[in-house]
């Protein structure tokens, strides 16, 4: 079964920047699509970014400019640079791995908070 563990989370000012990580087990990292999705107090959980395993990338249009997914399949290993926070970012993060781009692995999720 895949794992993933998920780091980098924090509380950041707007305008700041925090990058999250999440490394996967198993051995086939590099036929994954990679996932972030989030989930706000009272709000349902959204898609934020994908990263295909042919190395595309899409965006949710709420991040499109401000967050890029990067991806390191050497380390097992998957990023999401977050830039110009925004409180209406707070939520819980989540790494998501699957053979499709629905995700059947999630991570435990990663806190992040932006205070105005």
């Known amino acids: 079964q895949v794992q993933l563990v998920e780091s980098g989370g924090g509380l950041v000012q707007a305008g700041g920047s925090l990058r999250l990580s999440c490394t996967v087990s198993?051995?086939?990292?590099?036929?994954?699509?990679m996932g972030w999705f989030r989930q706000a107090p009272g709000k349902e959980r959204e898609f934020v970014a994908r990263?295909?395993?042919?190395?595309?990338?899409s965006y949710a249009n709420s991040v499109k400019g401000r967050f890029t997914i990067s991806r390191d399949n050497a380390k097992n290993t998957v990023y999401l640079q977050m830039n110009s926070l925004k409180p209406e970012d707070t939520a819980v993060y989540y790494c998501?791995?699957?053979?499709?781009?629905?995700?059947?692995?999630w991570g435990q999720g990663t806190q992040v908070t932006v205070s105005s």
């Open positions: 990263s295909w395993s042919g190395g595309s990338t």
């Open positions: 998501t791995a699957g053979t499709t781009p629905a995700p059947n692995s």
């Open positions: 198993g051995r086939t990292f590099s036929n994954y699509v």
